[in-house]
C-alpha cells in the first residue's frame, strides 16, 4: 500500500514538471521555427524574447529560453565564429529583461530600443574583433559599426513588434484566462 502511494505522488510530481516544461518548449519551439522561416536579414524574435523571459521567468529560465531557441535554430543555420558575441547580447538582454516590472508602452518601448542597441553594439564588436573585414584599429570599430548600421533598421522594428507581441500577447491570454476561470 505504501509503496503504492509512493508511486501516486511520483507520477503526479512527473506530471506537475511536465506541465511546467511544456509552455517553456513551445515557446522555444516557435522561436525556433520563426528563426527557421525565411525573413529579412536581422528580423528575429530572439531579442524580444529575451526581454519577455528576463521580465516573466526566473533568471535561469530567462536566460535559458533564447539561447535554447538560438543553438536550436543554429543546429540548421550554421554556427560562425561571432556565434558567442550574439549569444551574450541575448544574455545581457534577458537580465535587462528582469527589471521591467510594469508593461506600459512607453517603457516597453524603451526597453525594446536598449536591446537593440545592445544586440547591435555587441555583436559588431564582436565582428570586428574576431572577424578578418576590419583592421583591429579604433577607425576599423568605427568602420564596423557604420557598416552594421544597414541592419540595424530591421533590428529595432522586429525588436519592437516582438517584444509587443510577447508581453501583450502573454497579458491577454492571462486576461482570458482569468474570464475563463471566472466563468466557471
Known sequence: MEN?????????????????????????ILAVL??????????????????????KFSKKIAVVIPLAAMVLSDIFLGFHNTIFFVYISFV???????FIKQTKWY???????LSSVI????????????????????????????????FFGNTLLSDFIYSFSFFYGFALLK???????LDV
Open 4 to 28: 503504492r502511494v509512493l508511486l501516486n505522488k511520483s507520477i503526479k510530481s512527473v506530471k506537475s514538471k511536465v506541465h511546467k516544461v511544456i509552455p517553456y518548449g513551445l515557446i522555444v
Open 119 to 150: 544586440f547591435f553594439l555587441v555583436t559588431n564588436f564582436g565582428v570586428w574583433y574576431v572577424g578578418g573585414l576590419y583592421p583591429k584599429t579604433f577607425s576599423g570599430l568605427i568602420e564596423a559599426y557604420v557598416m552594421g548600421l544597414p
Open 34 to 55: 520563426t528563426r527557421l522561416l525565411p525573413h529579412p536579414p536581422n528580423f528575429a524574435p530572439i531579442d524580444g524574447l529575451a526581454l519577455f523571459s528576463g521580465s
Open 92 to 98: 545581457v538582454i534577458a537580465i535587462m529583461g528582469s
Open 107 to 113: 517603457s516597453l518601448a524603451a526597453a525594446s530600443f
Open 175 to 181: 486576461s482570458r484566462e482569468m474570464a475563463t476561470k
